[in-house]
C-alpha cells in the first residue's frame, strides 16, 4: 500500500487572499524542465502578480518568477517565461466559462509538491475594492480581540 505524505507548500501566494474572494480552488500539474524542478523545490519561486491565462483551450500561467538554477548553467530557462498548467478538458472549459462573467480571473495560490510531483493550486477569484479590503481587516481585528479578552478571562 502507497504511503501518503502531506503536501509540501513550496511557494504561496499570501496576498492574493487579501486582494481577491476566493471561489473555487483546483488542483494542476505544471509543465517545468528539471532544473525548474530543483530551483522551486530550492525555495526560490514567487508567486507575487502571476495569473493564469486560458488560450486556444490551454491554460498558461503568466509571470510567475523561477529563478535560474545555480548549477544548471546552459540548461536553465528565461525565469518569467509563459508554463503550461495540466488540467482535464471538462476543467478548462469550466474555468473558461467563469473566465467570461466580469471581474473574474484565475489566481495561483500556492505551489506545492504532491508525490513528488510539483502542483499549483489554481483558484478562482474575484477582485475586492478597497472598503472590501478594509472591512476584512476590522472583521479580522476585532476576531483577534475578542479572542485576547476571553484567554485573560480564563486566566482568572
Same mark, same amino acid.
Given at each position: 500500500m502507497?504511503k501518503?505524505t502531506p503536501?509540501k507548500?513550496l511557494?504561496e $501566494?499570501?496576498?492574493a487572499?487579501h486582494?481577491?474572494?476566493?471561489?473555487?480552488v483546483?488542483e494542476?500539474?505544471i509543465?517545468?524542465?528539471?532544473?525548474?524542478?530543483?530551483?522551486?523545490r530550492g525555495?526560490?519561486?514567487?508567486l507575487?502578480?502571476?495569473?493564469?491565462?486560458?488560450?486556444?483551450n490551454e491554460i498558461?500561467?503568466c509571470?510567475?518568477h523561477?529563478?535560474?538554477?545555480?548549477q544548471g548553467?546552459?540548461? $536553465?530557462?528565461?525565469?518569467l517565461r509563459e508554463?503550461?498548467? %495540466?488540467?482535464h478538458?471538462?476543467?478548462? %472549459?469550466?474555468?473558461q466559462?467563469?473566465?467570461t462573467q466580469?471581474?473574474?480571473?484565475?489566481i495561483? %495560490?500556492?505551489l506545492?509538491l504532491? $508525490?513528488g510531483r510539483?502542483?499549483?493550486?489554481?483558484?478562482?477569484a474575484k477582485?475586492?475594492k $478597497?472598503?472590501?479590503?478594509?472591512?476584512?481587516?476590522?472583521?479580522?481585528?476585532a476576531?483577534r480581540d475578542?479572542?485576547?479578552?476571553?484567554k485573560?478571562r480564563?486566566r482568572?
Amino acid at each position: 500500500m502507497a504511503k501518503k505524505t502531506p503536501n509540501k507548500t513550496l511557494a504561496e $501566494n499570501r496576498k492574493a487572499r487579501h486582494d481577491y474572494f476566493i471561489e473555487e480552488v483546483y488542483e494542476a500539474g505544471i509543465e517545468l524542465v528539471g532544473t525548474e524542478v530543483k530551483s522551486i523545490r530550492g525555495g526560490k519561486a514567487n508567486l507575487k502578480d502571476s495569473y493564469a491565462d486560458i488560450r486556444n483551450n490551454e491554460i498558461f500561467v503568466c509571470n510567475m518568477h523561477i529563478s535560474p538554477y545555480e548549477q544548471g548553467n546552459i540548461f $536553465n530557462r528565461d525565469p518569467l517565461r509563459e508554463r503550461k498548467l %495540466l488540467l482535464h478538458k471538462n476543467e478548462i %472549459l469550466k474555468l473558461q466559462q467563469f473566465t467570461t462573467q466580469a471581474g473574474y480571473t484565475l489566481i495561483p %495560490l500556492s505551489l506545492y509538491l504532491k $508525490n513528488g510531483r510539483v502542483k499549483v493550486s489554481l483558484a478562482v477569484a474575484k477582485g475586492k475594492k $478597497n472598503y472590501d479590503k478594509r472591512d476584512a481587516m476590522l472583521e479580522k481585528a476585532a476576531k483577534r480581540d475578542i479572542d485576547r479578552e476571553m484567554k485573560e478571562r480564563s486566566r482568572y
